[in-house]
Every structure is written in C-alpha cells, then in structure tokens.
Nanobody, 129 residues
Framework: QVRLVESGGGLVQAGDPLRLSCAAS????????MGWFRQTPGKEREFVAF?????????YADSVKGRFTISGDSASENTVYLRIDSLKPEDTAVYYC?????????????????????WGQGTQVTVSS
C-alpha cells in the first residue's frame, strides 16, 4: 500500500524559514518525480515545486521562485523536502506532497495535478505577521 506522509508544518512567524518533509512508502517514486502543491480555503490546489530523482532537475511555480527549494534525500529515494525561506502570510496553506508512478507521467508538465498518482494528507502551514 502506497503512503505519503508530510511533516514539518505548523505556526510560524513571517520572515522565518521552514522545511517540510515528505516520506513515501510502498513504492519507488523518485524516478518519476515527486512534487508539492498547496491549497488555501476557497481556492484550487496550486502547484508549488517538482523534483526529479533521475536527473535532479527541479521545477517551480513562478510565484515561489527564489524562496522555495525542493530537494531529495540522498539516503532515501522516496523522501523529498520543501524549504521555504522568508515566509509570508500568503504562504499560509495546506501543503500536499504528491508522487508519480505512471511511466507516461514524465511527458506531462509537473504542474498538472492529474499527472500524479498518489497524494499525502497534507500539512498545515500558518504564517503569522
């Protein structure tokens, strides 16, 4: 059974950094890629970042470039991190980790939700000003 578990969320101060973790089990996903999305109440879930374990390449949403960094764990092929620097109140959201398994997913832009096969339950990040 595949399971993705996010951790690291919480209540933080604006300007502080934060690192979210995502640990996947029950499969091997780094070769197809893992990503982060976020959602605020009343809005659609939006793409944040993507990491390819095969190439080490990353993709970011324009809105987070420069402050967000996605990376993999060299010791675990099924773990990815999302570091957020200089948190802003508008970063408040539930952050979701997602993993691709389908071979065809590599041909789909990583910002497309439907290209991911598995999702975590999400971790809440609340940034106070």
């Amino acid at each position: 059974q595949v399971r993705l578990v996010e951790s690291g969320g919480g209540l933080v101060q604006a300007g502080d950094p934060l690192r979210l973790s995502c640990a996947a089990s029950g499969g091997s996903f780094r070769s197809r890629g893992m990503g982060w999305f976020r959602q605020t109440p009343g809005k659609e879930r939006e793409f944040v970042a993507f990491f390819s374990g095969t190439s080490g390449s990353t993709v970011y949403a324009d809105s987070v470039k420069g402050r967000f960094t996605i990376s993999g764990d060299s010791a675990s092929e099924n773990t990815v991190y999302l570091r957020i620097d200089s948190l802003k109140p508008e970063d408040t959201a539930v952050y979701y980790c997602a993993a691709r398994e389908s071979p065809q997913s590599v041909y789909v832009p990583p910002r497309i939700e439907a290209s991911y096969d598995y999702w975590g339950q999400g971790t809440q990040v609340t940034v106070s000003s």
